[in-house]
Nanobody, 125 residues
Framework: QVQLVESGGGLVQAGGSLRLSCAGPGRTFTGYTVGWFRQAPGKERHFVAAINWRNGNTHYADSVKGRFTISRDNTKNTVYLQMNSLKPEDTAVYYC??????????????????WGQGTQVTVSS
């Protein structure tokens, strides 16, 4: 496991935007799939988006397609989640995640080998 550090959460009105960042030490993400999950109070942790560090391929949960964009900066070893057109149902703690090395299509918590500490996103109506 490696230490992942998220930032960028906060309170925003519906329709607004936030950008989350997640950084790891050294070449933490090289060769891995990296992404985001979220967990609302009393609910399970769900997949949001992921990016393959090798080729930049991305995939998203249906609930965020067209609104959220995941990207990476190789030079900073940082992954981003740009969240636009936010809705109250997007309110959750968002977790950065690195997949197990052989996983290219990260979809569930069982695919993850390292988690960040989480950052709260609250969308008011």
């Amino acid at each position: 496991q490696v230490q992942l550090v998220e930032s960028g959460g906060g309170l925003v009105q519906a329709g607004g935007s936030l950008r989350l960042s997640c950084a790891g030490p050294g070449r933490t993400f090289t060769g891995y799939t990296v992404g985001w999950f979220r967990q609302a109070p009393g609910k399970e942790r769900h997949f949001v988006a992921a990016i393959n560090w090798r080729n930049g391929n991305t995939h998203y949960a249906d609930s965020v397609k067209g609104r959220f964009t995941i990207s990476r900066d190789n030079t900073k070893n940082t992954v981003y989640l740009q969240m636009n057109s936010l809705k109250p149902e997007d309110t959750a703690v968002y977790y950065c995640a690195r997949a197990k090395y052989y996983i290219t299509d990260m979809r569930g918590p069982y695919d993850v080998d390292s988690w960040g500490q989480g950052t709260q996103v609250t969308v008011s109506s």
